[in-house]
Each structure stands twice: as C-alpha cells, then as structure tokens.
C-alpha cells in the first residue's frame, strides 16, 4: 500500500463538484504556519484545497472523545 495515495488532490467530490486545487511549494513552513490534511481519507476537505493556515486563526483544538480502530 502506499503511504501517501489518501494524501493525492481530487479534481471533483463525491457528488461531481470541481474542487478548489491549491498548489502547494516545496518550502519549509514559517513558525506561525500550519498544513492540516489528512492521509487517512481520501475525501477530506483539508489543506490541499484551501492552503496553509496562519496559528491565528486556530480558535480550539479539538481533541477525540471515541476511537476506533479498522
């Protein structure tokens, strides 16, 4: 299995929209700066559509209540 095929940008969602395409650079990301994605599900609207996000605009951090494995 490959680590990264859940991390690969889709051009559409489940129901056909096109999806935003953010470019991501190759650089080292600034004290301040965070790139949330997931590399679990495939279909998450995460960073590669919307970028990186600036720690100011974290409000909460949301922690699991339930787990659950596969």
């Not at 490959?2 to 051009?11: E, H, L």
């Not at 969602?13 to 080292?28: A, K, N, V």
């Not at 600034?30 to 609207?45: I, Q, T």
Request: proline share 4%.
């Amino acid at each position: 299995m490959n680590c990264c095929a859940n991390s690969a940008q889709i051009s559409a969602d489940i129901d056909g929209h096109e999806m935003p395409q953010y470019r991501l650079r190759e650089r080292m990301l600034g004290d301040s700066e965070y790139l949330f994605m997931s590399d679990v599900n495939p279909n998450s609207f995460d960073a590669r559509y919307f970028g990186l996000i600036a720690g100011l605009q974290i409000q909460h951090v949301v922690e699991p209540f339930f787990t659950w494995g596969k």
